[in-house]
């Protein structure tokens, strides 16, 4: 099976189907008799990539396998092609988002005591329509809560391979121990106080 | 960020001046579309149009509190307590003039500040401090945690996404696709399924049990497919001599039930003369009999 | 506005828009300063399809425009993207085929009443597109619904020469018989042949 072919197979595969597909999707393309190995193929598609270097297309690795993807710089031209313009989602929502990707698997509740405000039922449903997230299991406290977490076409979606891949959470200012200021009478000053947080600083700064 | 305009609305000239004027207003505290601003603004006056625009931008009372504490570029390990309490409250009274349905949380936010106020406002021993921590340290640590989530989602809406900043790229394909076969099923299969819905049924239909023969049925449906065009047929071209007598019974039986049923008509244009049958034209025959229910009387018991 | 934009400009959009776009088409992605004329274009597209001219895809004009679409060689491994996969019917199809069979001509409503569900007007519309059922009248009654029975496609597929050749019904009734957890109340009438439907019509019984 000649390079040549095996990069032909991988590119008309690709764009044959539209989405992401494994290395062994790949493979199973070809005839029996002269399928390439996953070493093969994983040279092909490094080959090609560099092959869209100049191009307005680009060969991307998310969750669900390779793709090829058009260029974000050709973004401009190609959102021409629909006249609406893209959807644009409410703070709520990617906030709503944000927590369950950043702290999945996590429950309605824990949602609503980070954000301050209830869960909005439409924006769970919004997403879970988007396949963005799913119900991962089941608290087990009474009540048993859904847990939710991030799917793979979540991932597939903003072009990551893995959760880890998410812009790191910011770190938590560390607390300055102002202890002794605290045994004066606080309320002498009010307004220039600093804030003994306790217990926060172990907490994670990235996603799981 | 949503609401940077916000900044921008304009002290009207009737407001006090005096009014609400933070002790912080000598520091420049925001950036306001690249320019420092040094002034804060004179009041919370906001047109009462253009304020429940300005509430709905807010997700929360965290929100609104964030907003307040970085309105001031106060660092928020240093809340001036009583100054944000009072803008807060201010909104409050404000949303309540206005009647906006206030949110449950907003006010629970409202009493929370007013907790942390009067907590600091008591005179407390020394040992009791030392275990108590600063009462403001919650509200923090719940302003922090609530501003870490916030970043992160400006951060993934500002993640390349499909749709908006690349698309999948994609070829056509002349070649069909191979066409895929209709599924099979054995007779087995239907059997079973038939003897499952039977004995379903039979679960909550104790009665109706009774003995049926399925030949006349299916020549039922022989008959009916005979005379579905519309024309009269020859009753005797109903019939086939080959299948015997009891071919012959089994039709003369579903004929006479399709008769029943009012789903055919025999004519007879005069005595003795050749009988047609074709496919009944008149719905008012036989209404009643027709009904499936109607046949009680003739059931088994 | 480089010869090098306009070509992936053209690939990216062809590759994007997902349907054969013409040129004026493609002109009007571009920035209006830069907007390359016709012949550009044109001149473009002839370039793109000779760069193509050995991979698995291939640059084709067809009515409506140009398209970038795969190569016929490459059939072969591209069609196994789209594995054919040995469909099922639905035990409620199958349920109601067999209704259809043992209880022809019966109605809708009578297959409801005894199956205890509506029926699923997409398994009659499979059932008739797969010719083995058909419309064989109408009940006089109110509404003058449609009489469903079996054809001879249905009598071929599944090798029978007459609907009589479908297991008596006392065959069935052994087995659900035999099914201990099935048999409540026909066990109580072991001597009559087992069906029930609400339109039975009382008639005698003879050997089938």
Same mark, same amino acid.
């Given at each position: 099976?000649?390079?040549?072919?095996?990069?032909?197979?991988?590119? !008309?595969?690709?764009?044959? =189907?539209?989405?992401?597909?494994?290395?062994?999707?790949?493979?199973?393309?070809?005839?029996?008799?002269?399928?390439?190995?996953?070493?093969?193929?994983?040279? !092909?598609?490094?080959?090609?990539?560099?092959?869209?270097?100049?191009?307005?297309?680009?060969?991307?690795?998310? !969750?669900?396998?390779?793709?090829?993807?058009?260029?974000?710089?050709? !973004?401009?031209?190609?959102?021409?092609?629909?006249?609406?313009?893209?959807?644009?989602?409410?703070? =709520?929502?990617?906030?709503?988002?944000?927590?369950?990707?950043?702290?999945?698997?996590?429950?309605?509740?824990?949602?609503?005591?980070?954000?301050?405000? =209830?869960?909005?039922?439409?924006?769970?449903?919004?997403?879970?329509?988007?396949?963005?997230?799913?119900?991962?299991?089941?608290?087990?406290?009474?009540?048993?809560?859904?847990?939710?977490?991030?799917?793979?076409?979540?991932?597939?979606?903003?072009?990551?391979?893995?959760?880890?891949?998410?812009?790191?959470?910011?770190?938590?200012?560390?607390?300055?121990?102002?202890?002794?200021?605290?045994?004066?009478?606080?309320?002498?000053?009010?307004?220039?106080?600093?804030?003994?947080?306790?217990?926060?600083?172990?907490?994670?700064?990235?996603?799981? | 960020?949503?609401?940077?305009?916000?900044?921008?609305?304009?002290?009207?000239?009737?407001?006090?001046?005096?009014?609400?004027?933070?002790?912080?207003?000598?520091?420049?505290?925001? &950036?306001?579309?690249?320019?420092?601003?040094?002034?804060?603004?004179?009041?919370?006056?906001?047109?009462?149009?253009?304020?429940?625009?300005?509430?709905?931008?807010?997700?929360?009372?965290?929100?609104?509190?964030?907003?307040?504490?970085?309105?001031?570029?106060?660092?928020? &390990?240093?809340?001036?307590?009583?100054?944000?309490?009072?803008?807060?409250?201010?909104?409050?009274?404000?949303?309540?003039?206005?009647?906006?349905?206030?949110?449950?949380?907003?006010?629970?936010?409202?009493?929370?500040?007013?907790?942390?106020?009067?907590?600091?406002? &008591?005179?407390?021993?020394?040992?009791?401090?030392?275990?108590?921590?600063?009462?403001?340290?919650?509200?923090?640590?719940?302003?922090?945690?609530?501003?870490?989530?916030?970043?992160?989602?400006?951060?993934?809406?500002?993640?390349?996404?499909?749709?908006?900043?690349?698309?999948?790229?994609?070829?056509?394909?002349?070649?069909?696709?191979?066409?895929?076969?209709?599924?099979?099923?054995?007779?087995?299969?239907?059997?079973?399924?038939?003897?499952?819905?039977?004995?379903?049924?039979?679960?909550?239909?104790?009665?109706?049990?009774?003995?049926?023969?399925?030949?006349?049925?299916?020549?039922?449906?022989?008959?009916?497919?005979?005379?579905?065009?519309?024309?009269? &047929?020859?009753?005797?071209?109903?019939?086939?001599?080959?299948?015997?007598?009891?071919?012959?019974?089994?039709?003369?039986?579903?004929?006479?039930?399709?008769?029943?049923?009012?789903?055919?008509?025999?004519?007879?244009?005069?005595?003795?003369?050749?009988?047609?049958?074709?496919?009944?034209?008149?719905?008012?025959?036989?209404?009643?009999?027709?009904?499936?229910?109607?046949?009680?009387?003739?059931?088994?018991?």
């Amino acid at each position: 099976m000649s390079d040549h072919h095996i990069r032909n197979v991988i590119e !008309a595969s690709l764009l044959a =189907a539209g989405k992401p597909m494994s290395i062994s999707e790949i493979g199973e393309l070809f005839d029996e008799d002269g399928r390439p190995d996953k070493a093969q193929i994983q040279t !092909a598609l490094d080959a090609l990539g560099s092959e869209y270097g100049d191009r307005g297309i680009e060969l991307r690795e998310t !969750a669900s396998g390779w793709r090829i993807q058009i260029r974000q710089s050709y !973004a401009r031209e190609i959102s021409r092609l629909w006249p609406e313009r893209p959807q644009k989602y409410s703070r =709520a929502l990617l906030e709503t988002l944000a927590l369950i990707a950043y702290r999945q698997p996590i429950t309605r509740a824990e949602i609503e005591s980070v954000r301050g405000v =209830a869960v909005n039922p439409n924006i769970v449903k919004t997403l879970m329509e988007r396949e963005w997230i799913r119900v991962v299991g089941h608290r087990d406290v009474p009540g048993h809560p859904e847990l939710l977490g991030t799917t793979r076409s979540f991932l597939d979606y903003f072009g990551l391979r893995t959760i880890d891949e998410l812009p790191p959470l910011a770190v938590i200012k560390q607390m300055i121990d102002l202890n002794p200021q605290l045994s004066l009478p606080v309320a002498e000053a009010p307004d220039t106080d600093a804030v003994v947080v306790a217990a926060d600083t172990g907490e994670d700064d990235g996603p799981a | 960020m949503a609401k940077p305009e916000l900044k921008l609305v304009p002290t009207p000239s009737d407001a006090d001046p005096s009014t609400d004027s933070p002790a912080q207003g000598e520091m420049p505290f925001a &950036l306001v579309q690249g320019e420092p601003v040094t002034q804060l603004p004179r009041d919370l006056y906001i047109p009462p149009q253009a304020l429940e625009v300005f509430l709905e931008a807010f997700e929360g009372p965290l929100d609104l509190l964030l907003y307040l504490i970085r309105r001031q570029n106060l660092d928020i &390990l240093d809340i001036p307590l009583a100054d944000i309490t009072k803008q807060y409250m201010t909104y409050i009274e404000l949303m309540q003039e206005l009647q906006l349905e206030l949110a449950g949380e907003y006010m629970l936010m409202a009493a929370t500040l007013a907790e942390i106020k009067s907590r600091m406002l &008591l005179p407390r021993s020394g040992d009791v401090i030392s275990e108590e921590a600063d009462p403001r340290a919650d509200l923090v640590r719940r302003l922090q945690e609530y501003e870490r989530f916030k970043q992160a989602a400006e951060s993934i809406d500002q993640l390349p996404r499909e749709e908006r900043d690349t698309w999948a790229a994609s070829a056509a394909t002349d070649f069909r696709r191979p066409q895929s076969s209709l599924p099979q099923v054995a007779l087995q299969e239907m059997i079973l399924a038939f003897r499952d819905v039977v004995s379903r049924a039979a679960m909550f239909q104790h009665h109706h049990v009774q003995r049926e023969r399925l030949s006349a049925r299916a020549r039922m449906t022989d008959v009916l497919a005979a005379v579905d065009g519309g024309a009269f &047929l020859d009753f005797m071209q109903l019939f086939k001599p080959e299948e015997g007598r009891m071919g012959v019974t089994v039709t003369f039986v579903a004929i006479l039930e399709l008769m029943r049923e009012g789903l055919i008509e025999i004519v007879q244009t005069e005595p003795y003369g050749p009988l047609h049958v074709r496919a009944a034209q008149t719905p008012h025959l036989r209404l009643v009999e027709g009904e499936p229910a109607d046949n009680s009387t003739e059931k088994d018991s």
